[in-house]
């Protein structure tokens, strides 16, 4: 039984398409968040969000919508999509506030072509 | 500004010798610090955590190491076995803010040589 999962797992797309990527933890996890790992495997956070609200918003261009639904799913909106957007983005979950061990799902890996 | 750095992008080690990853930090406002290994295709998995207040934390096969004057961290895999191929990311958050923000490395690779 997954912990963290999310869909797709790869994303082929052209320029200037808008694009989802669903997360879904059955952990029953408070804490959300999506990273980026760029082609020289930066992992990079680009927001959390706790019982559906957003907590941290790094510099992401605001074509980048994150969208928390309940506290079980954080889906991740990118409007008009450039070639730089291709990347491995992974959500996460964290349990209580005592715990740092974050759960990582799969990776969805975006080409934008 | 990477306040994270892992210099050895790359590092082989012979089955059944010890493995020493190593991890540096700019932010004096880190205060817990952790280990993921990551396999191809595959999200990051926490292996060990180390709080500021230790200086060493030990679970099975693998040890943290803080070294908060150096702000150096490292990690130790002893026996290593071919199983523990994989890539090793170092994080660091500061949690005084009350937001846990983690800030990683670029990842080193570790092969383990039968």
């Known amino acids: 039984d997954t912990a963290v999962s999310q869909t797709p797992k790869y994303l082929v797309t052209q320029m200037g398409n808008d694009k989802s990527i669903k997360c879904e933890q059955n952990l029953g996890h408070d804490t959300m968040y999506w990273y980026k790992q760029d082609s020289k495997k930066f992992l990079k956070i680009m927001f959390s969000y706790n019982n559906k609200e957003l907590i941290i918003n790094e510099t992401v261009p605001n074509r980048f919508s994150p969208k928390s639904p309940d506290k079980a799913h954080l889906n991740l909106h990118i409007n008009s999509l450039e070639l730089g957007d291709s990347a491995v983005y992974f959500c996460?979950?964290?349990?209580?506030?005592?715990?740092?061990?974050?759960?990582f799902g799969p990776g969805t890996r975006l080409t934008v072509t | 500004d990477q306040q994270v750095k892992q210099n050895s992008p790359s590092l082989s080690v012979q089955e059944g010798r010890i493995s020493i990853l190593n991890c540096d930090y700019t932010?004096?406002?880190?205060?817990?610090f952790l280990w993921y290994k990551k396999y191809p295709a595959e999200g990051p998995t926490f292996l060990i955590s180390i709080s500021s207040i230790k200086d060493k934390n030990e679970d099975g096969r693998f040890t943290v190491f803080l070294n908060k004057s150096a702000k150096h961290l490292s990690l130790h895999i002893v026996p290593s076995q071919p199983g523990d191929s994989a890539v090793y990311f170092c994080a660091a958050s500061g949690t005084t803010s009350g937001t846990y923000k983690y800030i990683f490395g670029t990842g080193t690779r570790l092969k383990v040589l039968a």
């Open positions: 996460a979950s964290r349990g209580d506030r005592a715990s740092h061990e974050q759960y």
């Open positions: 932010n004096s406002m880190f205060d817990y």
